[in-house]
């Protein structure tokens, strides 16, 4: 089944204490990307990547880092969250005909809270 | 920076009414796409606009992209309980793959 995975989909942490939110495709996607959904504010993005060991910052990349080693993998790293990244986060994938990405496959979401 | 504005932010329907959700972008857009989230759920894509004047039908859904490629709009004719949910436009920005969202119009029909 073409899917999406995030991990994990829920989290609590507390100020300062680095994470990884990993995501994973298998759909042999060129294009994925992060966001971050909050109330009122909608699906902002935060980082994406075209291709392997390519990336670029989104709309609101300060406080995240991202690596694209692999094809199907794209983890957000927060090194030293706060509670403004408090959020839900969304990863998704597409394929890219240029010069065009094409639909996005989103994962199920984390839920992340910062304390 | 270029802005994708989405209205309205919240419609309230009875079962049965149309719906109509606009969207509009600063910029020319190279393409349009548009997305619905479930309460709880995550994004599903519904469809990709790309002509100038474009017009996409999906059974009760009827999508438009302006001449201009600057607006969007999606209809649904009839609108059902499992219209609910949050619909989006997104379009790509500053350069490929920078893609912005609209903040959504939701919707909830009163059966």
């Known amino acids: 089944e073409a899917q999406v995975t995030q991990n994990p989909r829920y989290l609590i942490t507390v100020t300062g204490k680095k994470l990884t939110v990993t995501c994973s495709q298998n759909?042999?996607?060129?294009?994925m990307s992060w966001y971050r959904q909050d109330p009122g504010l909608g699906l902002r993005q935060i980082y994406y990547?075209?291709?392997?060991?390519?990336?670029d910052k989104g709309d609101v990349p300060e406080g995240y880092k991202v690596s694209r080693k692999e094809k199907r993998n794209f983890p957000l790293i927060l090194e030293s969250p706060s509670p403004n990244q408090t959020s839900l986060y969304f990863c998704?994938?597409?394929?890219?005909?240029?010069?065009?990405?094409?639909?996005?496959?989103f994962g199920q979401g984390t839920r992340l809270t910062v304390v | 920076g270029q802005q994708v504005m989405q209205i309205p932010q919240y419609q309230h329907v009875q079962e049965g009414e149309d719906f109509t959700t606009y969207c509009n972008s600063s910029?020319?857009?190279?393409?349009i796409q548009w997305y619905k989230q479930r309460p709880g759920g995550h994004p599903v894509f519904l469809i990709q606009?790309?002509?100038?004047?474009e017009v996409k039908k999906q059974k009760r859904l009827t999508f438009q992209f302006g001449e201009a490629k600057k607006n969007s709009s999606l209809h649904i004719t009839a609108t059902q309980t499992t219209d609910v949910g949050t619909y989006f436009c997104?379009?790509?920005?500053?350069?490929?793959?920078?893609?912005?969202f609209g903040k959504g119009t939701k919707l909830s029909v009163k059966p």
């Open positions: 998704a994938s597409s394929l890219f005909r240029g010069p065009s990405i094409t639909e996005a496959f």
């Open positions: 759909m042999n996607h060129e294009y």
């Open positions: 990547s075209m291709n392997v060991e390519v990336t």
């Open positions: 910029t020319t857009l190279s393409n």
């Open positions: 606009l790309v002509k100038s004047g």
């Open positions: 997104a379009g790509e920005g500053r350069s490929q793959g920078n893609l912005i």
